[in-house]
């Protein structure tokens, strides 16, 4: 059913056809007494991968004006690091275990309370561009419009993404796969066709597109959701030549990862090895171009809302739903509990009016993806029909509220293998990690040692801290039963289920 104004999935798909953005429309909607959400989201993002966060090779202008005229969350975590069950509690405000998903599996069809449906419940209109990795595919959780680009996942037969449809509209004769690399390879080359074929631009045009032509009297809430920089890393043969002698940073290897050496397979399926130098290095390569191609797409997007004078009308957030390895500690990939596979970039901006705080600031509180939904719902003046396990950060950027959680839960069940499987707790300062195939424990004082270079846990020194952790992450699991902890002790577990007993049936 269409709305007078709406915009249309074809229209959409035919404006996206084009490397230049629809002529901006004349804004004649009344400024809103609510803001529009903007949220943009990147998939396998690091967070020390911004300019704004002191690397000095990465360029990341929009992103950077982003921290520069917002806030930036310096302590930002996904609580399980990989792409279903990190979407699983963006979707629903919850916790890994209130949620359902504690390891990679199915995004469950529905759940009590969902992002898209609460605010369309609120009164806006919900679109998204990009990547969603739900199951059915077309099972879009509320969304009143959504283009689809689902990298090469195809669940059904009736399934084509609305990217693909797009490409071979405009190359019926071309292969989207043509460059050769698959969706877990380390290895890095620049994309093989026209960029303007890439999914990054072609979401970043959808996305423009979206907002030139947006005409509907109330505000949108729009998810713009790049698959990039998650491998495939292909960027574009100017970005990738763009680093080919840039001091990339290498791989961090800590006396403890020697274990991880050896490699799991091949470079293509490995979720550990030391396969050299000179190959992180190349996918460092590909992966710095791939953000920096996402990087542009922002700012297309981010040009669209000026060029409709809505920017200081929309509330902007920017995060990943997980990091990337790239070889820290001889890992690739995530699913994994340290620094570079857990912790994510988050980034708001508000618009002016909305608050009076301060800008460019750095806020060090731990957050994760289940405080987004009750962010919007804060900015859209609604609450949840259900309690949430997040909580809205405004409170935190405008100086209403200074009480947080004093720290934060992460998980996951076994990944790639049975020895990856692991709990661990964080306040921002220290990290305490379980690790549940036999018992290891770790400690970090990530905020002096973000590499993670030093475990404490065998530090006499630090006894009293790692005894603390520990206790708490008791206190933390013993509701679970005694598979979790017996006698009021963390126990090795063979195994867990895929999902908890709130993952919602049917």
């Known amino acids: ?183 877990n390879d380390y290895d890095a080359r620049p994309y093989a066709l026209p960029e303007r074929l890439h999914p990054t631009a072609w979401i970043g045009a959808t996305a423009a597109s979206f907002i030139e032509s947006y005409q509907r009297p109330e505000p949108f809430f729009l998810k713009v959701s790049f ?14 030549d763009s680093y080919q002698d840039a001091d990339l940073p290498p791989a961090v290897v800590a006396p403890w990862a020697h274990r991880f050496a050896p490699p799991s397979g091949p470079v293509s399926d490995a979720w550990h090895g030391d396969f050299g130098a000179a190959q992180v290095r190349r996918s460092r390569q590909g992966y710095y171009g791939s953000v920096t191609f996402v990087d542009e797409q922002i700012g297309r997007v981010l040009e669209a809302l000026e060029r409709r004078g809505w920017l200081e009308e929309t509330l902007i957030l920017f995060f990943s739903d997980h990091g990337d390895m790239l070889g820290d500690h001889h890992l690739w990939r995530k699913s994994y509990g340290y620094e570079g596979s857990a912790k994510v970039p988050f980034l708001l901006r508000w618009p002016r009016g909305m608050f009076d705080a301060p800008r460019g600031r750095t806020l060090d509180q731990p957050i994760e993806l289940r405080d987004v939904l009750p962010t919007f719902l804060d900015a859209a003046g609604a609450t949840a029909a259900r309690p949430l396990d997040g909580r809205s950060l405004l409170p935190l950027v405008s100086g209403r509220g200074t009480e947080w959680r004093p720290w934060l839960d ?30 290891r424990e770790q400690l970090f004082e990530t905020a002096g040692d973000p590499g993670e270079l030093r475990d404490l846990a065998a530090d006499p020194a630090h006894s009293a801290t790692l005894r603390a952790w520990r206790q708490r992450m008791v206190e933390y699991l013993a509701p679970r039963g005694d598979h979790w902890v017996r006698n009021g002790e963390l126990v090795p577990r063979a195994g867990d289920p895929v999902y908890s007993p709130n993952y919602p049936k049917g």
């Not at 992460?410 to 921002?428: F, K």
Request: with cysteine; hydrophobic share 35%.
């Open 1 to 183: 059913m269409l709305y007078r104004g709406e915009v249309t999935r074809r229209q959409l798909l035919a404006a996206a056809a084009s490397s230049r953005a629809l002529p901006a429309l004349q804004n004649a909607r009344p400024r809103p007494s609510r803001p529009n959400i903007l949220l943009l989201m990147a998939d396998q993002f690091r967070a020390d991968c911004l300019g704004a966060s002191g690397n000095r090779a990465i360029r990341t202008p929009h992103l950077d004006r982003l921290a520069a005229e917002g806030v930036r969350f310096v302590n930002a975590y996904s609580s399980t690091p990989t792409c279903t069950p990190a979407r699983a509690g963006l979707l629903t405000g919850l916790s890994p275990w209130n949620h359902g998903m504690l390891r990679y599996a199915q995004v469950a069809r529905s759940y009590p309370v969902e992002m898209p449906r609460a605010l369309t419940d609120a009164g806006y209109h919900t679109s998204v561009v990009g990547k969603l990795h739900y199951h059915p595919q077309r099972d879009v959780h509320g969304y009143r419009q959504a283009l689809l680009d689902e990298s090469g996942r195809v669940e059904s037969i009736d399934f084509r993404s609305d990217y693909r449809a797009w490409f071979w509209s405009e190359a019926p004769n071309l292969d989207p796969d043509a460059t050769g690399l698959g969706w």
């Open 227 to 240: 698959e990039r920089p998650h491998s495939p890393y292909d960027p574009p043969r100017r970005l990738w």
């Open 410 to 439: 992460l998980e996951h069940g076994p990944c790639y293998s049975p020895e990856n499987h692991w709990n661990a707790l964080t306040d921002g300062r220290y990290k305490y990690l379980f690790h549940a195939h036999d018992a």
